[in-house]
Nanobody, 118 residues
Framework: QVQLVESGGGLVQAGGSLRLSCAAS????????MGWFRQAPGKERELVAA???????TYADSVKARFTISRDNTKNTVYLQMNMLKPEDTAVYCC????????????WGRGTQVTVSS
């Protein structure tokens, strides 16, 4: 079992930056692949960024070169640095964990709201 708690959301102007954090419980955090998802009102949830157990990363095209995912296994935490934010980035952001080789994310946080004003 892994419990995930996000923090760092808020209101920011377009062009600004935020850093989201996701703190995980448990002793086996390093064995989980982690992802950041977002869901805007009326839209489907989408995978924004993911990081594997070895540190490999993937990004949605819409956030490449603006967002950076990272992890600190000593702190059981995964981060999402978001730069050059746009109003269309407004959404609830959730972190999730999966246990490779499973592809499904089995553990989810409750999410944190990010609002980008124009």
């Amino acid at each position: 079992q892994v419990q995930l708690v996000e923090s760092g959301g808020g209101l920011v102007q377009a062009g600004g930056s935020l850093r989201l954090s996701c703190a995980a419980s448990g002793r086996t955090f390093s064995s989980y692949a982690m992802g950041w998802f977002r869901q805007a009102p009326g839209k489907e949830r989408e995978l924004v960024a993911a990081i594997g157990t070895g540190g490999s990363t993937t990004y949605a095209d819409s956030v490449k070169a603006r967002f950076t995912i990272s992890r600190d296994n000593t702190k059981n935490t995964v981060y999402l640095q978001m730069n050059m934010l746009k109003p269309e980035d407004t959404a609830v952001y959730c972190c999730a964990a999966r246990s490779p080789p499973k592809l499904r994310y089995d553990y989810w946080g409750r999410g944190t709201q990010v609002t980008v004003s124009s």
